[in-house]
């Protein structure tokens, strides 16, 4: 993988074989193990803070982005289907992590990751807002039974992650905000320009539709 700097900023470089190590996120992640071999001991043990201290140096900005990358890669692939669109909003969320990192408040350990998580949520949600509102639009609920989170507790964490992603547009992006991130109908429906009724309907037409694609899963 090559390396690119724009304003300053040091991105990774791949064109679309960039996401050639996720035909499926599960399996191929340990591939990018050889990351850390190139790691020093001493890269390895910074913390947060001291990355946050550091990140306008271009090795630091590198280490950001190999210690956060499997973690943001499957939060994308998990909003966007299209590995173009996924590949699309990471780099954007990187250049605006870096350059929104001097204005950051630290706030303890993981408080960095949830910041970075909220960035490459917000470049996802920007894609598919461009696509048609039809995407979100109101599921009638006849079409619709209420299913439990409770079905999906035994379920292994592969299974559902490529559940997730097989869903429409709007149900999955949903789905996402409201189980996965904790977002409420009411910030859903703000950021993705719908109704609180619209958001509670996809939620249930997700879930219905989870259940039908993990129902051969749910006794393994």
């Not at 966007?80 to 669109?85: A, F, G, I, K, W």
């Not at 789905?175 to 996809?202: C, D, P, W």
């Amino acid at each position: 993988m090559s390396w690119i700097s724009i304003n300053r900023l040091v991105i990774p470089y791949a064109g679309l074989n960039f996401f050639n190590f996720f035909s499926h996120p599960f399996k191929r992640l340990p591939r990018f193990e050889h990351f850390k071999s190139r790691r020093s001991l001493f890269d390895t043990l910074l913390t947060e803070k001291e990355l946050i201290a550091g990140h306008r140096k271009p090795r630091i900005q590198r280490l950001i982005y190999e210690r956060y990358f499997a973690a943001m890669s499957r939060l994308c692939l998990r909003y966007l289907q299209n590995e173009t669109d996924t590949f699309e909003a990471m780099t954007a969320g990187f250049l605006l992590v870096f350059k929104k990192l001097s204005g950051f408040e630290y706030r303890g350990t993981g408080s960095l990751e949830a910041w970075m998580r909220q960035i490459m949520i917000n470049e996802c949600l920007a894609r598919l807002r461009k696509k048609r509102a039809s995407s979100f639009a109101l599921v009638p609920l006849e079409q619709v039974t209420e299913v439990s989170e409770e079905a999906f507790n035994e379920i292994d964490a592969g299974y559902l992650y490529e559940a997730i992603r097989m869903l429409p547009d709007g149900a999955r992006a949903v789905f996402n905000m409201n189980v996965m991130e904790g977002y409420a109908h009411k910030e859903i429906g703000q950021k993705l320009g719908i109704t609180e009724s619209a958001s509670r309907s996809q939620l249930t037409y997700a879930k219905k539709k989870l259940k039908e694609y993990l129902e051969p899963y749910m006794d393994e």
